[in-house]
């Protein structure tokens, strides 16, 4: 499955937020340094979609607070 996220570095609380048609909102608490943000973000699609942190990867905008990323094994509907 292939999701694009706006990625919300240094926010209070971490979170996703499903907007639809393969959008999602991500608000991670970790700074976006040295790829820290990146990291919480793969770690949090991880835990929202039920699969092991290897299976997410950040294909496009690791630099970016746009991102493409790639989900193995998820399904459509989050649990």
Request: glycine residues 6%; charged residues 25%; contains cysteine.
């Amino acid at each position: 499955m292939r999701i694009i996220a706006s990625v919300i570095a240094r926010a209070r609380t971490s979170s996703v937020e499903d907007c639809g048609n393969g959008m999602y909102k991500i608000r991670v608490s970790a700074p976006p340094e040295h790829g820290k943000a990146n990291r919480a973000v793969c770690k949090i699609l991880a835990a929202y979609f039920n699969v092991p942190v290897r299976n997410v990867r950040i294909v496009v905008g690791a630099t970016a607070r746009k991102k493409m990323i790639d989900i193995d094994g998820a399904d459509h509907v989050a649990t």
